[in-house]
């Protein structure tokens, strides 16, 4: 009988009973279905975000500020500034060893910013937020009224208070945008070099308030000066393009008083509105809402037919309003196109 033979004989001796595995060199963990239940997470707010490091907020079992990561139960989960947050793996005794975050915390509102009309990706900007405070400056860099309005419907999206700072006031009156917008039931805070905040302070009370608005405006010194311990950098406006330095690269959340927490963010010259619709535009501009009802059916809004048109002529403090809500309307179309 030849080799091969022989082997085919020896192996038909044999059943499957006989058969034995080489164990592999490294050994595969079994798959489960049941995930950690971290009864001992700590509930602290996320005050800062630092490519992919955050800083969050305890105020129990002692108050201190622990540096961590993303656990990878959480997947692609984003985690904003303001979101309340579960971690684990908490050192009291030396806050620069990593926690992990292992929950994100249902969020009561997320304010949506993309980065123009036609970006159909979003992304949030903070959460858990009262107030949108839009900071202005009256001169210097010169107020931008599209901006201004952008900002509030985002913070209507938002279901969270618009409210306008207007700064440098010193320099100029901010009488114009009070006339407009305190019209509109957005309070108006007008605020100098020297001025008191007492103002500021009460509206700001026992509120969560993210500060919005261009570089250059005044941002920072304003937090300097509602939390002189937060040491935020401060910056000039270019004298070329009358646009502000960024100094603030970051949002960060900073405490003025146990219930009160403002968030600084950097500056931004654009605030896109792809996630927002027409009719979500026009609730934005309340005061030209009104006139609409006169409006033939299917108004564009956007031709000399439209009674806000007519309404605006009739009271001119309506035809800067008229402008911004068309140019929204217009770049919200051609970003459809």
């Given at each position: 009988?030849?080799?091969?033979?022989?082997?085919?004989?020896?192996?038909?001796?044999?059943?499957?009973?006989?058969?034995?595995?080489?164990?592999?060199?490294?050994?595969?963990?079994?798959?489960?279905?049941?995930?950690?239940?971290?009864?001992?997470?700590?509930?602290?707010?996320?005050?800062?975000?630092?490519?992919?490091?955050?800083?969050?907020?305890?105020?129990?079992?002692?108050?201190?500020?622990?540096?961590?990561?993303?656990?990878?139960?959480?997947?692609?989960?984003?985690?904003?500034?303001?979101?309340?947050?579960?971690?684990?793996?908490?050192?009291?005794?030396?806050?620069?060893?990593?926690?992990?975050?292992?929950?994100?915390?249902?969020?009561?509102?997320?304010?949506?910013?993309?980065?123009?009309?036609?970006?159909?990706?979003?992304?949030?900007?903070?959460?858990?937020?009262?107030?949108?405070?839009?900071?202005?400056?009256?001169?210097?860099?010169?107020?931008?009224?599209?901006l201004i309005d952008r900002?509030?419907?985002?913070?209507?999206?938002?279901?969270?208070?618009?409210?306008?700072?207007?700064?440098?006031?010193?320099?100029?009156?901010?009488?114009?945008?009070?006339?407009?917008?305190?019209?509109?039931?957005?309070?108006?805070?007008?605020?100098?070099?020297?001025?008191?905040?007492?103002?500021?302070?009460?509206?700001?009370?026992?509120?969560?308030?993210?500060?919005?608005?261009?570089?250059?405006?005044?941002?920072?010194?304003?937090?300097?000066?509602?939390?002189?311990?937060?040491?935020?950098?401060?910056?000039a406006v270019n004298d070329?393009?009358?646009?502000?330095?960024?100094?603030?690269?970051?949002?960060?959340?900073?405490?003025?008083?146990?219930?009160?927490?403002?968030?600084?963010?950097?500056?931004?010259?654009?605030?896109?509105?792809?996630?927002?619709?027409?009719?979500?535009?026009?609730?934005?501009?309340?005061?030209?809402?009104?006139?609409?009802?006169?409006?033939?059916?299917?108004?564009?809004?956007?031709?000399?037919?439209?009674?806000?048109?007519?309404?605006?002529?009739?009271?001119?403090?309506?035809?800067?309003?008229?402008?911004?809500?068309?140019?929204?309307?217009?770049?919200?179309?051609?970003?459809?196109?």
């Amino acid at each position: 009988m030849d080799f091969i033979g022989e082997c085919v004989n020896k192996l038909q001796d044999y059943d499957e009973d006989d058969f034995r595995s080489r164990p592999g060199k490294y050994k595969s963990r079994p798959r489960s279905k049941d995930r950690p239940k971290f009864e001992n997470a700590l509930t602290g707010l996320v005050i800062t975000v630092d490519r992919g490091r955050f800083t969050v907020h305890l105020n129990e079992p002692n108050e201190i500020d622990i540096y961590a990561v993303k656990a990878r139960e959480l997947g692609r989960k984003g985690v904003v500034v303001g979101d309340l947050v579960e971690i684990v793996g908490v050192d009291i005794k030396n806050s620069e060893n990593m926690a992990r975050i292992v929950k994100v915390m249902e969020r009561k509102n997320s304010l949506q910013k993309s980065a123009d009309d036609s970006e159909s990706n979003e992304r949030s900007l903070v959460s858990n937020i009262d107030m949108v405070a839009i900071v202005v400056a009256t001169a210097d860099p010169e107020p931008n009224p599209r901006l201004i309005d952008r900002t509030i419907i985002a913070a209507r999206l938002a279901n969270a208070q618009p409210l306008i700072i207007a700064t440098k006031t010193d320099i100029s009156s901010s009488q114009t945008l009070s006339d407009i917008y305190q019209a509109l039931d957005i309070p108006v805070v007008s605020i100098s070099k020297n001025s008191e905040l007492d103002e500021l302070l009460d509206i700001l009370k026992d509120k969560t308030t993210v500060l919005i608005g261009p570089s250059g405006v005044g941002k920072s010194t304003l937090v300097n000066r509602l939390v002189p311990d937060a040491q935020r950098r401060t910056g000039a406006v270019n004298d070329v393009t009358g646009q502000g330095k960024h100094t603030s690269t970051s949002a960060f959340a900073l405490r003025i008083d146990t219930k009160t927490w403002i968030i600084d963010t950097p500056g931004i010259r654009s605030f896109g509105l792809a996630h927002a619709s027409a009719d979500e535009i026009l609730a934005g501009f309340p005061d030209l809402m009104q006139a609409t009802t006169k409006c033939s059916k299917g108004c564009s809004h956007q031709d000399t037919s439209c009674a806000i048109e007519a309404a605006a002529f009739e009271n001119p403090v309506l035809l800067p309003r008229l402008d911004s809500f068309r140019r929204l309307l217009v770049s919200l179309e051609q970003a459809d196109g």
